[in-house]
């Protein structure tokens, strides 16, 4: 029995990656005839021989897609409308997809497989054009003073819990403190800033210097 409401929720997903694929095969074709150097470093002198045919990555992947494509619409269109005739052009049978998304869904039971797919040839384009996302840089995670001083004896300063808070009241904010309940959290990358800001050697901050950090 078919639920209605999870076609529509494949629906909306398949319809999405086709047109993230559109998207990404119309800045696919545009790359096809350029070389994928930076232009504005171009320098303008006669060279030897005929020039390179565009982009060697983005024209292969081209053609790739626009196999795969083919052949896949083709097994759609067989399921859901018989004796279409097809567009030879990737982006057309990207478009084609997500226009059928709905009947697509609830009709095959591969939906999730087709999606991954789509998706994946995405991630490809976007790698080859040079348009992939970039990853978020990863925010440390605070820890408590005893895991901190865990840590910097491991490298060879020893630091005490009290250490820590002396030096986060004399570091005018280069030694952050959060609190969470009863604990302060610090950065060990702060600590360590702090400890070695004026002295090269592991120790230098913390030899002889339990009290006057």
């Not at 384009?125 to 925010?139: C, E, F, N, S």
């Not at 003073?145 to 250490?163: D, F, K, N, W, Y």
Request: hydrophobic share 40%.
């Amino acid at each position: 029995m078919i639920d209605p409401a999870q076609t529509d929720a494949d629906a909306r997903r398949l319809r999405t990656a086709a047109d993230d694929l559109t998207r990404a095969l119309v800045l696919l074709a545009a790359c096809k005839t350029t070389s994928g150097g930076t232009r504005t470093e171009r320098i303008m002198r006669a060279t030897p021989g005929p020039a390179a045919p565009g982009n060697p990555r983005a024209i292969h992947l081209a053609v790739e897609l626009d196999g795969f494509l083919h052949e896949l619409c083709a097994d759609l269109r067989d399921q859901i409308e018989p004796g279409r005739v097809l567009e030879a052009d990737g982006i057309m049978l990207t478009r084609w997809i997500g226009f059928n998304a709905h009947v697509i869904a609830a009709t095959i039971d591969w939906t999730d497989d087709l999606v991954d797919a789509l998706a994946g040839y995405t991630a490809r384009a976007r790698r080859v054009t040079g348009t992939a996302p970039r990853q978020p840089p990863k925010i440390e995670p605070r820890q408590t003073a005893a895991a901190i001083c865990q840590r910097l004896a491991s490298m060879g300063h020893r630091v005490t819990p009290e250490q820590l808070t002396l030096w986060h009241h004399r570091s005018a904010g280069a030694v952050s403190v959060e609190k969470r309940g009863q604990r302060n959290l610090y950065l060990l990358t702060e600590v360590l800033d702090w400890i070695t800001r004026d002295r090269p050697g592991p120790r230098a901050e913390t030899q002889g210097q339990t009290a006057t950090g």
